[in-house]
């Protein structure tokens, strides 16, 4: 063959390549068509059946020189990359996310500006038990100079015989010691037909874990002009946990805090494992601010305080714990919070890492 031949050849060659282009650039065009059909269905990006399907039809009319098997590795590289396609277009889609909207979302309670770079907390008891006992964290809280209070006034419970919480009047309490000390109230909302009436007493509604896919919940909140604090369901997915975010955020309310408070695995030395590298994974799909709770992800006092050490450091914008007067006596989870001592104690050395960290 003479060179000139040759350089026929790779000139065919090079058109070839760049109508292979176009054709690939065409069917992606079409993916994506199809990804935007089966995101508003809710129909899963990824179709065994019809991957199977295509790539039999492939084969089937193909008349060499490459084998089969070799066809089928090429089109399964073109099948995966039009996927990813997909699963890329619907992040971007989504309003939480980090491509639709690449700086922080920060959000202001009454001064506290979660999501500003600077590490904030939110104490209080697990339930409201009774004013003096709120009263006393909040003065404590107060002291140490933090703006959010939490305290549980509606407790969904695994058992239907523990306290449930005292409910509206919980809420209440709250709100005068909150408004007694200069506080902001953090607390759980269980039932949508509860969030309208709730708004005169909490400054963050909370959606706990057992809830995190209560849909209608996750609407009603995404109407209302309130920040809403988002915990991580016990078994949910990153994902699953960036989409109920969005439940919220589609209704129009865009001020949500993530929390992340562990996950349900098959080790028992802990209540929950707390899935540390969900952190920054949440940092980067999205641009809402990222809290962790070590009280319920780890059920255990002495853990508090090195798991709370692991999420500033990691990069979480606010670490949520439970702080009680006396937690022998507890209605609730006595033994996950800490007493005002052990709290103090808590916060001198967080406040000492959080210095060294800048």
């Known amino acids: 063959m003479s060179q000139n031949e040759m350089d026929q050849l790779r000139v065919q060659m090079d058109d070839v390549n760049l109508e292979i282009l176009e054709l690939i650039n065409r069917r992606a065009e079409i993916v994506q068509q199809i990804g935007q059909i089966k995101n508003k269905q809710s129909i899963k990006r990824f179709d065994p059946v019809r991957e199977r399907t295509m790539l039999d039809h492939i084969t089937d009319n193909n008349s060499g020189p490459f084998e089969n098997a070799t066809i089928e590795h090429i089109f399964k590289e073109v099948f995966k990359a039009s996927l990813e ?6 992040r971007k889609a989504l309003l939480v996310s980090r491509k639709k909207k690449p700086e922080d979302t920060v959000i202001d309670i009454k001064g506290a500006k979660i999501g500003d770079g600077n590490t904030h907390f939110i104490m209080g008891p697990c339930a409201v038990e009774g004013y003096d006992q709120v009263a006393e964290v909040a003065e404590t809280i107060k002291g140490r100079g933090l ?15 523990d306290f449930q919480g005292l409910g509206i009047e919980g809420l209440q309490i709250l709100k005068r010691a909150a408004d007694e000390y200069g506080l902001a109230v953090v607390s759980e909302i ?14 963050v509604i909370q959606i706990g874990a057992r809830n995190m896919q209560n849909f209608e ?4 909140a995404g109407d209302v002009n309130k920040p809403v604090l988002l915990k991580r369901g016990l078994s949910a997915t990153i994902a699953e946990f960036i989409n109920a975010a969005e439940y919220i955020n589609s209704r129009g309310n865009g001020n949500i805090i993530l929390c992340e408070r562990g996950i349900r695995t ?45 999420a500033i450091a990691i990069g979480a914008d606010g670490i949520m714990s439970e702080v009680h007067p006396d937690p022998a006596v507890a209605l609730s989870d006595s033994a996950q919070q800490m007493d005002i001592p052990m709290f103090n104690e808590f916060m001198d050395e967080l406040e000492d890492l959080v210095r060294r960290l800048k």
């Open 85 to 90: 396609l997909q699963e890329d277009d619907h």
């Open 147 to 161: 703006k959010l209070l939490r305290g549980g006034a509606f407790k969904p419970r695994t058992s239907p015989y």
């Open 190 to 203: 269980v039932n949508p037909a509860h969030i309208e009436e709730a708004l005169d007493y909490v400054d």
């Open 217 to 220: 919940l996750l609407k009603a």
């Open 266 to 310: 098959y080790e028992k030395a802990t209540r929950n494992t707390l899935d540390i590298s969900a952190v920054p994974i949440l940092k980067q799909e999205t641009h809402l601010p990222v809290m962790v709770d070590v009280t319920h992800s780890t059920g255990r006092r002495d853990l508090l305080l090195p798991t709370a050490k692991a």
